[in-house]
């Protein structure tokens, strides 16, 4: 069997615990901007989370280049116990910027826990910092005009 045909990366669904809270994260303190912002309600919702009557919230976060990052407060997947919050390291992503020191000195001044200083890496400049919800984020700069690990290493996709 063939592998399926994967044209790109699409987004990247955080639940968190606080929408507004969060909000102020990625769209005040990282400055992303909001794709949409909509309630969750109904059979396609109750289909996806094993719950009759769930209800949630969900906020598009325009990264630039073209990512996203989906916002969700609220509603569960199938099988989820309770709301991920509090420190789950196992979703971690990655956003890029322009200037990596002045990353850090702005979230370092909005109280945003930072958990080291900016270090080189595999030649990229890089911390990690918390979200309101306990979640590692990496924030990284790439050398030269690079904003991504493919252009980095010279893939032309």
């Known amino acids: 069997m063939a592998p399926i045909a994967v044209r ?39 289909a996806v989370t094993g719950r009759p009557g769930a209800k949630g919230r969900m906020v598009g976060c325009l990264v630039p280049g073209g990512g996203m990052i989906e916002l969700v407060e609220g509603a569960l997947r199938r099988g989820a116990r309770e709301p991920i919050d509090g420190g789950d390291d196992s979703l971690i ?9 002045d990353a850090y000195r702005a979230l370092g001044a909005a109280g945003a826990e930072l958990l080291q200083e900016p270090a ?38």
Do not use: Q, W
Request: charged content about 30%; glycine content about 10%; proline content about 2%.
């Open 120 to 157: 080189e890496v595999a030649g990229v400049r890089m911390f990690f910092v918390r979200d309101p919800d306990g979640r590692r984020i990496e924030l990284i700069e790439f050398p030269g005009e690079a904003t991504r690990a493919s252009e980095l290493h010279g893939y032309r996709g």
């Open 8 to 46: 790109n990366f699409s987004h990247v669904s955080v639940h968190v615990a606080d929408m507004a809270r969060a909000k102020r994260f990625y769209v005040d303190l990282l400055g992303l901007g909001v794709l949409f912002d909509v309630a969750l309600e109904g059979k396609g919702l109750e």
């Open 93 to 101: 992503f990655s956003l890029c910027v322009a200037d990596l020191d």
